[in-house]
């Protein structure tokens, strides 16, 4: 709506501008007022006589009111907004300090039985770490193992965690709670995408909406890796993008700190209450202008999770 009525404003400021303008010029070049009515009546005494007027004079009139629509169709029609991916290099910023997890030991635990994340860890087999993953990176404690990405170095808990199987399986866990976030995020009326790996982290769900919206969820890791891949992502954004900016939502389901400190990431223990919580900000709708723009910001966040994997 705002941009409507500004189509309008703009519209109305260069329709009086080429007025003046036009009325100018035939003062200036012929002597004839467009607001007098007796000139008028004269140029119309003169074509009913037949006398003889000047061939610049329609010539103007003409050029005047092609300069007007054109230009009015230039200020009002639809401009499509391109996002592309610049390929300019930037330097990274070290981030291993704030990348460094506490031992798992001295977390606090709060009941007897294992975690869901030791559990995932316990029943899934540890792959040898490849060389090309640094040692300092964190664990990952709630993703399987894929074919792009080895899992990282097994710390000192994982021979003191319990045998015992887990009903269902770790994996089973795992898949079925990226299945309700991609259902919550879905029937919110928000496009997923694929989850990346930030900082050698799995994302579990990422979802991008109208008005450059973009949600992005990470399930058992502490807020302030989440911290670390938001600050990421945002650099990235702001080498790739002009004028443009991304509302960057980040979401931990059951963060493993007991403290939250970065007022900007949102925690959840539960589904349920993520469920409530993203029902409240549902999606809205694409405005009927939209051109393209909608189109133009996936393909760009699909370009970036593709770059950002590579990093």
């Known amino acids: ?47 009913a006589t037949r006398q003889p007027v000047s061939f610049w004079f329609y010539f103007s009139f003409i050029a005047a009111t092609f300069i007007t629509l054109f230009g009015l169709h230039l200020l009002i029609r639809p401009h499509k907004r391109n996002i592309k991916v610049q390929s300019a290099t930037h330097t990274k910023t070290p981030i291993a300090p704030a990348l460094t997890p506490q031992p798992m030991a001295q977390r606090p635990q709060t009941n007897t039985q294992p975690s869901y994340a030791q559990q995932t860890q316990s029943a899934q087999p540890i792959p040898e770490a490849t060389s090309s993953i640094p040692l300092s990176r964190p664990p990952r404690l709630n993703i399987a193992p894929s074919n792009t990405f080895s899992a990282a170095t097994p710390t000192p808990i994982a021979t003191q965690m319990p045998t015992q ?6 994996q089973s866990i795992s898949d079925q709670t990226t299945d309700k976030l991609h259902e919550i995020f879905s029937s919110a009326g928000y496009v997923i995408k694929r989850a990346p790996y930030i900082n050698g982290i ?26 670390s891949c938001t600050n990421k992502l945002n650099q990235i954004f702001s080498d790739t993008l002009d004028g443009v900016e991304i509302n960057v939502h980040p979401i931990v389901l059951q963060p493993t700190d007991t403290q939250t400190q970065q007022s900007d990431i ?15 900000h549902r999606n809205p709708p694409l405005p009927s202008d939209d051109d393209g723009n909608f189109d133009a910001y996936s393909d760009y966040i699909s370009t970036v999770i593709e770059y950002i994997g590579k990093l």
């Open 1 to 47: 709506m705002n941009r409507k009525i500004d189509n309008i404003l703009i519209g109305i400021l260069w329709l009086i501008g080429m007025t003046l303008g036009t009325c100018f010029w035939f003062n200036v070049r012929f002597g004839f007022n467009l607001f007098s009515a007796t000139h008028w009546g004269y140029l119309a005494t003169q074509q």
């Open 266 to 280: 949102l925690t959840f223990n539960t589904i349920d209450t993520l469920r409530e919580y993203i029902s409240q």
């Open 202 to 227: 799995k994302m579990t769900t990422l979802a991008i909406g109208t008005n450059e919206v973009l949600y992005l969820v990470a399930t058992n890791i502490a807020t302030h890796q989440m911290q």
């Open 165 to 170: 199987s887990v009903t269902p399986s770790a």
